[in-house]
T-cell receptor
Protein backbone atom coordinates (compact mmCIF):
# COMPACT_ATOMS: atom_id res chain seq x y z
CA UNK A 1 0.00 0.00 0.00
CA UNK A 2 0.85 3.68 0.24
CA UNK A 3 2.83 4.82 3.25
CA UNK A 4 3.67 8.30 4.51
CA UNK A 5 6.14 9.67 7.01
CA UNK A 6 6.17 11.12 9.52
CA UNK A 7 2.69 10.53 10.90
CA UNK A 8 2.71 13.74 12.94
CA UNK A 9 4.88 16.84 12.83
CA UNK A 10 5.05 20.12 14.71
CA UNK A 11 6.80 23.12 13.17
CA UNK A 12 6.94 26.83 13.84
CA UNK A 13 5.96 29.60 11.46
CA UNK A 14 8.64 30.39 8.89
CA UNK A 15 10.26 26.96 9.00
CA UNK A 16 10.50 24.50 6.14
CA UNK A 17 9.12 20.95 6.13
CA UNK A 18 9.52 17.85 3.98
CA UNK A 19 6.87 15.16 3.94
CA UNK A 20 7.50 11.76 2.38
CA UNK A 21 5.35 9.26 0.55
CA UNK A 22 6.02 5.76 -0.70
CA UNK A 23 3.69 4.84 -3.54
CA UNK A 24 2.14 1.50 -4.28
CA UNK A 25 4.69 -0.59 -6.15
CA UNK A 26 4.69 0.10 -9.89
CA UNK A 27 2.57 3.23 -9.69
CA UNK A 28 4.01 6.07 -11.78
CA UNK A 29 1.74 8.86 -10.58
CA UNK A 30 1.52 10.57 -7.23
CA UNK A 31 -0.82 13.33 -6.14
CA UNK A 32 -0.68 15.41 -2.98
CA UNK A 33 -3.66 16.86 -1.14
CA UNK A 34 -4.08 19.22 1.79
CA UNK A 35 -7.00 18.54 4.11
CA UNK A 36 -7.74 21.26 6.65
CA UNK A 37 -9.72 20.30 9.73
CA UNK A 38 -13.39 19.73 8.91
CA UNK A 39 -12.91 20.09 5.16
CA UNK A 40 -12.42 17.87 2.15
CA UNK A 41 -8.99 17.37 0.61
CA UNK A 42 -7.71 20.03 -1.77
CA UNK A 43 -5.49 19.09 -4.69
CA UNK A 44 -1.96 20.51 -4.44
CA UNK A 45 -0.22 18.93 -7.42
CA UNK A 46 0.44 15.74 -9.30
CA UNK A 47 3.67 14.15 -10.50
CA UNK A 48 3.87 11.71 -13.35
CA UNK A 49 7.16 9.99 -14.14
CA UNK A 50 9.07 12.53 -12.05
CA UNK A 51 7.56 15.60 -13.73
CA UNK A 52 4.88 17.89 -12.33
CA UNK A 53 1.91 17.62 -14.67
CA UNK A 54 -0.86 19.40 -12.80
CA UNK A 55 -1.19 21.92 -9.99
CA UNK A 56 -3.99 23.31 -7.87
CA UNK A 57 -4.28 26.80 -6.36
CA UNK A 58 -1.24 26.59 -4.11
CA UNK A 59 1.68 29.04 -4.04
CA UNK A 60 5.16 28.13 -5.28
CA UNK A 61 6.40 27.58 -1.73
CA UNK A 62 4.66 24.21 -2.07
CA UNK A 63 6.93 22.05 -4.21
CA UNK A 64 7.49 18.38 -4.79
CA UNK A 65 9.76 15.71 -6.08
CA UNK A 66 9.10 12.23 -7.38
CA UNK A 67 11.86 9.63 -7.51
CA UNK A 68 12.19 6.51 -9.68
CA UNK A 69 11.97 4.23 -6.66
CA UNK A 70 8.24 4.83 -5.97
CA UNK A 71 8.99 7.54 -3.38
CA UNK A 72 8.08 11.21 -3.44
CA UNK A 73 8.31 14.34 -1.32
CA UNK A 74 6.22 17.38 -0.59
CA UNK A 75 8.22 20.42 0.51
CA UNK A 76 6.68 23.48 2.07
CA UNK A 77 8.82 26.59 2.66
CA UNK A 78 8.08 29.57 4.90
CA UNK A 79 5.39 27.76 6.85
CA UNK A 80 2.27 29.69 7.79
CA UNK A 81 -0.27 28.93 10.50
CA UNK A 82 -2.86 28.06 7.83
CA UNK A 83 -0.61 25.28 6.56
CA UNK A 84 -1.69 23.23 9.57
CA UNK A 85 -3.55 20.30 8.02
CA UNK A 86 -3.52 16.63 7.13
CA UNK A 87 -1.40 16.06 4.04
CA UNK A 88 -2.38 13.08 1.95
CA UNK A 89 -0.55 11.48 -0.91
CA UNK A 90 -2.25 9.22 -3.42
CA UNK A 91 -0.67 6.98 -6.03
CA UNK A 92 -2.13 5.71 -9.28
CA UNK A 93 -1.07 4.01 -12.43
CA UNK A 94 -2.10 5.98 -15.47
CA UNK A 95 -0.82 9.53 -15.12
CA UNK A 96 -4.22 10.90 -14.23
CA UNK A 97 -5.45 10.41 -17.76
CA UNK A 98 -8.47 8.30 -17.01
CA UNK A 99 -11.51 9.90 -15.42
CA UNK A 100 -12.09 6.74 -13.43
CA UNK A 101 -8.47 6.21 -12.49
CA UNK A 102 -8.37 4.83 -8.97
CA UNK A 103 -6.14 6.63 -6.51
CA UNK A 104 -4.76 4.80 -3.50
CA UNK A 105 -4.28 7.06 -0.53
CA UNK A 106 -1.83 6.91 2.32
CA UNK A 107 -2.78 7.58 5.97
CA UNK A 108 -1.48 11.13 5.80
CA UNK A 109 0.87 13.34 7.78
CA UNK A 110 -0.69 15.67 10.35
CA UNK A 111 1.23 18.95 10.34
CA UNK A 112 0.77 21.53 13.06
CA UNK A 113 2.32 24.95 12.58
CA UNK A 114 2.72 27.05 15.73
CA UNK B 1 -17.82 28.29 -7.13
CA UNK B 2 -18.19 25.15 -5.07
CA UNK B 3 -18.43 22.24 -7.44
CA UNK B 4 -19.30 19.45 -5.01
CA UNK B 5 -21.95 20.04 -2.38
CA UNK B 6 -22.65 17.70 0.50
CA UNK B 7 -25.43 19.24 2.56
CA UNK B 8 -25.46 16.76 5.43
CA UNK B 9 -22.66 17.48 7.92
CA UNK B 10 -23.73 14.48 10.02
CA UNK B 11 -26.05 11.52 9.65
CA UNK B 12 -27.22 8.83 12.06
CA UNK B 13 -28.36 5.37 10.99
CA UNK B 14 -29.38 2.28 12.90
CA UNK B 15 -27.25 -0.80 12.37
CA UNK B 16 -28.58 -3.02 9.56
CA UNK B 17 -30.62 -0.21 8.02
CA UNK B 18 -29.91 1.56 4.72
CA UNK B 19 -28.73 5.17 4.53
CA UNK B 20 -28.41 7.68 1.70
CA UNK B 21 -25.67 10.31 1.66
CA UNK B 22 -26.40 13.24 -0.62
CA UNK B 23 -24.08 14.78 -3.19
CA UNK B 24 -24.76 17.37 -5.85
CA UNK B 25 -22.19 18.64 -8.30
CA UNK B 26 -21.72 21.41 -10.78
CA UNK B 27 -19.86 21.09 -14.06
CA UNK B 28 -20.14 22.26 -17.63
CA UNK B 29 -18.16 19.27 -18.90
CA UNK B 30 -20.05 16.50 -20.65
CA UNK B 31 -17.41 14.00 -19.62
CA UNK B 32 -16.66 13.60 -15.93
CA UNK B 33 -16.30 11.00 -13.23
CA UNK B 34 -17.82 10.86 -9.77
CA UNK B 35 -16.34 9.09 -6.77
CA UNK B 36 -17.18 8.30 -3.20
CA UNK B 37 -14.47 7.82 -0.60
CA UNK B 38 -14.63 6.75 3.04
CA UNK B 39 -12.25 8.28 5.57
CA UNK B 40 -12.05 6.53 8.95
CA UNK B 41 -10.43 8.25 11.91
CA UNK B 42 -7.08 6.76 10.83
CA UNK B 43 -7.02 9.33 8.02
CA UNK B 44 -6.58 7.43 4.80
CA UNK B 45 -9.15 7.83 2.06
CA UNK B 46 -10.65 4.54 0.94
CA UNK B 47 -12.15 4.36 -2.55
CA UNK B 48 -15.71 3.02 -2.52
CA UNK B 49 -17.37 3.49 -5.88
CA UNK B 50 -17.08 5.26 -9.23
CA UNK B 51 -19.65 6.49 -11.76
CA UNK B 52 -18.77 7.84 -15.19
CA UNK B 53 -20.97 10.51 -16.72
CA UNK B 54 -21.71 8.30 -19.73
CA UNK B 55 -22.46 5.18 -17.71
CA UNK B 56 -26.09 4.27 -18.22
CA UNK B 57 -26.34 1.97 -15.23
CA UNK B 58 -25.95 3.11 -11.65
CA UNK B 59 -22.71 1.81 -10.18
CA UNK B 60 -22.80 -0.82 -7.45
CA UNK B 61 -20.00 -2.27 -5.31
CA UNK B 62 -21.19 -4.75 -2.71
CA UNK B 63 -23.26 -2.84 -0.14
CA UNK B 64 -22.56 0.46 -1.88
CA UNK B 65 -24.59 1.84 -4.75
CA UNK B 66 -24.54 5.20 -6.42
CA UNK B 67 -27.87 6.79 -7.31
CA UNK B 68 -26.84 8.85 -10.35
CA UNK B 69 -29.34 11.41 -11.59
CA UNK B 70 -27.58 13.26 -14.35
CA UNK B 71 -30.26 15.84 -15.09
CA UNK B 72 -30.39 16.81 -11.43
CA UNK B 73 -26.59 16.64 -11.13
CA UNK B 74 -26.79 14.42 -8.12
CA UNK B 75 -24.76 11.36 -7.18
CA UNK B 76 -26.04 10.04 -3.89
CA UNK B 77 -24.37 7.14 -2.12
CA UNK B 78 -26.59 4.42 -0.73
CA UNK B 79 -25.16 2.10 1.90
CA UNK B 80 -27.33 -0.93 2.55
CA UNK B 81 -27.33 -3.00 5.73
CA UNK B 82 -25.19 -0.52 7.69
CA UNK B 83 -22.49 -1.92 9.95
CA UNK B 84 -20.77 -0.35 12.96
CA UNK B 85 -17.57 -0.22 10.91
CA UNK B 86 -19.27 2.11 8.44
CA UNK B 87 -18.98 4.96 10.95
CA UNK B 88 -16.63 7.41 9.23
CA UNK B 89 -16.44 10.53 7.08
CA UNK B 90 -17.69 10.11 3.52
CA UNK B 91 -16.55 12.32 0.68
CA UNK B 92 -18.05 12.80 -2.75
CA UNK B 93 -15.53 13.78 -5.43
CA UNK B 94 -15.37 14.60 -9.12
CA UNK B 95 -12.89 14.65 -11.95
CA UNK B 96 -13.65 16.64 -15.09
CA UNK B 97 -12.31 15.90 -18.55
CA UNK B 98 -11.14 19.50 -18.87
CA UNK B 99 -10.09 19.81 -15.25
CA UNK B 100 -6.52 18.74 -15.66
CA UNK B 101 -5.59 16.03 -13.25
CA UNK B 102 -7.25 17.23 -10.11
CA UNK B 103 -9.94 15.53 -8.11
CA UNK B 104 -12.34 17.94 -6.41
CA UNK B 105 -13.80 16.86 -3.08
CA UNK B 106 -16.87 17.94 -1.17
CA UNK B 107 -16.81 18.90 2.50
CA UNK B 108 -17.91 15.45 3.58
CA UNK B 109 -20.64 13.85 5.67
CA UNK B 110 -19.92 12.17 8.99
CA UNK B 111 -21.91 8.96 9.35
CA UNK B 112 -22.67 7.50 12.77
CA UNK B 113 -23.97 3.92 12.89
CA UNK B 114 -25.87 3.10 16.10
CA UNK B 115 -25.98 -0.38 17.59
Amino acid sequence: GVTQSPTHLIKTRGQQVTLRCSSQSGHNTVSWYQQALGQGPQFIFQYYREEENGRGNFPPRFSGLQFPNDSSELNVNALELDDSALYLCASSLAGGRGLGETQYFGPGTRLLVL
Amino acid sequence: AQKITQTQPGMFVQEKEAVTLDCTYDTSDQSYGLFWYKQPSSGEMIFLIYQGSYDEQNATEGRYSLNFQKARKSANLVISASQLGDSAMYFCAMREATGGFKTIFGAGTRLFVKA
